[in-house]
């Protein structure tokens, strides 16, 4: 990626930004491939939820993700460049893809602020492949056409633009002004609203009539035998309402109801989002290393401080607790030392 040492906030004028814009419709021409322009701006203090609220549509691509406790959230929406894939090698390939549109990017800002210049939104199913007709792919990774972000108090406002050789750069450098004159004085009474979702009217179990039972009791034979050391079970269920789920009057309520986790949001394109909300972080990757967590056994919560410190205390000291917990710290290990990695952890 090719940093030009030039932030807009220092000259924000139209003229500018033309100028920008030109320069990468001149490189465009140069290399005889399209450029992607990304231009970063720090803003006052912006809740990207409510930005993602006013220029959401059910048939673009979104991506979303916050945790509430830490000050922490990222939107972006409209994909300007994307890829598609599955099979083994999907990873491999969406990096060989990412390393591609970096090397003709041009960016200006301050790209070393938390989430300031371009950013890739990945989504992966389980499993190498998905059915032709689910609306989620096997591997999706996008660039958003716009980005929102904010880290602690402070927010940066991202437009990312494909400049081919013989872009209409008027046009573009317009749109890109308006959005971000927007993002700079953002006004919350404008944003379409999305409410709280309404309560489920009917709960249905996904499955068989009694599988569940009968799939721990084959957990538990299996482990007898040796087949497992420890079996996660999970179930499905369905919930209909009379009033149709919006995805952000969901993620709304999700970050009321649990501010410590992580909450997610991604748009497939077609209508439906995959939306949820986990305690655990998967992976984080900063300065060279790699930061995971093992969570294992679960307590109630206590009704005073000192009752929740007594169920803390009850919970470290639970041999099956322990035991359990053990054997997470185990498997991660072992995903991680056939990668070379070597993991340094608490004694349990």
């Not at 087949?227 to 993620?251: C, I, M, N, S, W």
């Not at 803390?312 to 041999?319: G, K, N, S, Y």
Request: net charge negative.
């Amino acid at each position: 990626m090719n940093v030009l040492p030039v932030n807009p906030s220092d000259n924000p004028t139209p003229g500018a930004l033309r100028t920008f814009l030109s320069l990468c419709a001149e490189n465009a021409r140069a290399t005889g491939r399209p450029q992607l322009a990304s231009i970063s701006m720090a803003v006052e203090s912006l809740d990207p939820l409510a930005v993602l609220e006013s220029i959401f549509e059910a048939d673009e691509i979104h991506f979303y993700a916050e945790r509430p406790a830490q000050g922490f959230a990222v939107a972006g929406a409209e994909a300007v460049l994307e890829h598609v894939g599955g099979g083994p090698d999907r990873f491999a390939r969406a990096r060989a893809w990412i390393e591609e549109v970096l090397a003709a990017t041009i960016a200006v800002g301050p790209v070393d602020e938390p989430f300031a210049g371009p950013h890739f939104f990945l989504s992966a199913t389980f499993s190498p492949g998905a059915p032709a007709d689910r609306p989620f792919p096997g591997l999706r990774v996008f660039v958003p056409r716009w980005q929102v972000s904010r880290m602690g108090d402070g927010s940066v406002a991202v437009a990312n633009i494909p400049v081919p050789a013989d872009a209409p750069v008027d046009l573009l450098a317009e749109r890109v002004w308006k959005a971000h004159a927007k993002f700079r004085s953002f006004d919350y009474s404008v944003a379409r609203r999305q409410e709280r979702p309404p309560a489920p009217g009917r709960r249905i179990e996904v499955g068989e009539t009694g599988w569940y039972r009968r799939a721990v009791a084959t957990a538990l034979e299996e482990i007898a035998r040796g087949d497992y050391a420890k079996v996660v079970l999970g179930r499905a269920q369905k919930f209909e309402t009379d009033a149709p789920f919006h995805p952000l009057g969901v993620l709304n309520h999700l970050r009321r109801r649990y501010p410590e986790c992580y909450a997610f949001s991604v748009g497939s394109g077609l209508g439906p989002s995959f939306i949820g909300a986990s305690p655990e972080r998967l992976i984080r990757v900063a300065h060279g290393r790699l930061h995971t967590e093992a969570l294992a056994g679960s307590a109630p919560r206590g009704r005073s401080a000192s009752e929740d410190a007594r169920l803390a205390r009850a919970l470290q000291q639970d041999e099956k607790e322990r035991h359990e917990h053990q054997l997470v710290i185990d498997a991660i290990g072992s995903q991680l030392s056939d990668l070379g990695i070597a993991i340094e952890y608490p004694a349990v």
